[in-house]
Each structure stands twice: as structure tokens, then as C-alpha cells.
């Protein structure tokens, strides 16, 4: 079954409106009335930290969800569910993030979003919507039919005389991570945020980018991380590859996890060139490959 606009164009609005209930009930929950959990095999405290909220947010949002995944005969994969493996027999399947960025959440900063993509069978990414509980704001991408922000239609436009890199906790403690600095100066640094953010914060910022180095271990950096943004960067105007320029596998069949080939975002195809460019050298360089 292929999904024609209209149908992708109706589907994005209600992915829109289930994230939008799911970003108050965010919005209205007091981080200190969570009891925090830690997930097993997790790598860093980002990855780790799950609490209540999250799977109260995602059933919601599956509820919200529900209709379409019968009357579309949609797959489902959310980051607080077991994978049912439906993604690999349906022609499309929703995925959710109900809270990327926990840990900001946690501490009371900045840098977590509600996060629902549409992807298909091949691991193209069809409907991308983030929205932040914190300022309200609203992204809403549609393969081949744009982007628009808060309801109207937006595409980044450079504005910065530095380029804009955006980072998690654990790329800004890299070893290698100053290097690339220095390989794209002038530049400057935004605070860590959760994936969803740092690409939503990237697009207002252009020209600006977003990259992590491959890592063999699991823990972070899953489909569900960068499903959404995938889409709404390209509509936007950016473009998002794995550290080798290959297309994000936003269907993976041996693993949910992401982060073993890397991948770098940028607002336009002539940085995108240059950042991955050199993000790979030092990369390649450092690691023998």
C-alpha cells in the first residue's frame, strides 16, 4: 500500500495534534514528583534515565495514534515498547519518542521534545513532527511537501557568520570532538540538548550542524532518535547521512540502534559536504578504518 499526499498530508496532522497533547502533559509535570529509573545495558546517564512520564507520555500517544494504525495498517515502534517487528511487514510504521532528552527533562533544562515519525518499510522517513514543551514550538514535515513551524512554512535561512554545531553530553567530551572544531572553525558551540532539539535548534541557527562519531556499543542513538528529524531537516532544505554519506537505516533490521555508522545533519548540502567531509578524516584518521 502506498499512501497518496492527502493521506500523508491527514496523518501528519494528527501525528501534530498527539504530540501537542503529549508535550502539555510534559509541560505540565513537575520533574521532582518522578521516580527515576536506570535501563540496563545503557552507556552514558542520558541513554540510562527513563521515568514514569515516559511511558505515561507514549501510551498516550499510541492511544491518539490508535485509529490510524487500523485504518491504515501501520506498524508500530515506540521506545518504551518491545519492537513487535511489524515494521518489517507493514509498509509503514509510526515511531515515537514520547520524551527525547529525559535527563534535560530531569534537571529542569532546556533540550527535550516530543518526537513522531512515519517511516516505510525501506526506512524512508514520510512524516516527521517534533514539538518542545518548553517554548511551545511546533515542527511539522512531510515528504516532498515542506516543513512548516508553528503553522506556517519554514526553511532555514543563514544568518550566523559562525557556523552553528550543535552536540550532546557525550560527542562534547570526545576526544576527537575539539578537532573538529578547529577543522570548521570559526564556530560556535550550543548547550547539549536530546537529538530531537539539537536538530530542531539547528535548523533556526544555519548555517549550523549536528554529527556524532560511530560507536560499536548499544546504549543511545536508536531509529527513534532521529527518525523524525530525518525528514523534517531534508524537507527544510538540510541534509542528514551517516558519517559516510550513506542514507540513515531508519529501519535496521539487526538492531534498533543507530549510532554504529554515526551520522552528521547540516542546513545545506555545500556545509553538509564540508562538515562530513572533515568529521570523517578525523574519524578515519583516529581509528584506522
Not at 509535570?29 to 515516559?54: I, N, Y
Not at 485504518?71 to 517487528?85: I, M, N, P, R
Not at 517511516?119 to 524512508?124: F, K
Request: charged share 25%; hydrophobic share 40%.
Amino acid at each position: 500500500m502506498k499512501l497518496s499526499t492527502e493521506n500523508l498530508l491527514l496523518l501528519s496532522e494528527l501525528a501534530l495534534s498527539v504530540a501537542e497533547q503529549a508535550a502539555e502533559k510534559i509541560a505540565e509535570t513537575s520533574p521532582e514528583s518522578l521516580e527515576v529509573e536506570c535501563k540496563a545495558g545503557a552507556v552514558s546517564r542520558a541513554s540510562e534515565v527513563v521515568s514514569q512520564l515516559d511511558r505515561d507520555v507514549e501510551g498516550l500517544i499510541l492511544e491518539g495514534l490508535s485509529g490510524s494504525i487500523d485504518d491504515y495498517d501501520l506498524g508500530v515502534l515506540a521506545e518504551e515498547s518491545e519492537d513487535s517487528q511489524a515494521r518489517f511487514e507493514k509498509s509503514y510504521f509510526w515511531c515515537v519518542d514520547p520524551l527525547d532528552g529525559t535527563l534535560p527533562f530531569l534537571e529542569g533544562k532546556p533540550g527535550y521534545a516530543v518526537s513522531i515519525a512515519l517511516i516505510d518499510r525501506e526506512g524512508t522517513p514520510w512524516i516527521g513532527v517534533g514539538v518542545d514543551p518548553r517554548r511551545g514550538d511546533k515542527f511539522r514535515g512531510v515528504r516532498g511537501a515542506g516543513v512548516q513551524l508553528n503553522g506556517r512554512d519554514f526553511s532555514g535561512e543563514a544568518g550566523n557568520e559562525k557556523l552553528a554545531v550543535l552536540t550532546d553530553r557525550s560527542m562534547a567530551k570526545h576526544p576527537l570532538f575539539q578537532s573538529c572544531l578547529e577543522a570548521l572553525a570559526p564556530t560556535q558551540i550550543f548547550p547539549p540538548a536530546g537529538a530531537v532539539m539539537n536538530v530542531l535548534n539547528m535548523l533556526r541557527e544555519a548555517p549550523a550542524c549536528y554529527f556524532k562519531f560511530p560507536k560499536p556499543e548499544l546504549g543511545g542513538g536508536s531509529i527513534w532518535d532521529y527518525a523524525a528529524t530525518a525528514c523534517i531537516c531534508t524537507e527544510a532544505g538540510g541534509v542528514v547521512t551517516d558519517l559516510f554519506g550513506d542514507p540513515l537505516d531508519l529501519n535496521r533490521k539487526d538492531s534498533t540502534f543507530m549510532n554504529h555508522r554515526g551520522f552528521v545533519y547540516a542546513t545545506d548540502p555545500e556545509l553538509h559536504a564540508r562538515v562530513r567531509g572533515e568529521v570523517e578524516k578525523i574519524w578515519t584518521g583516529a581509528s584506522g578504518e
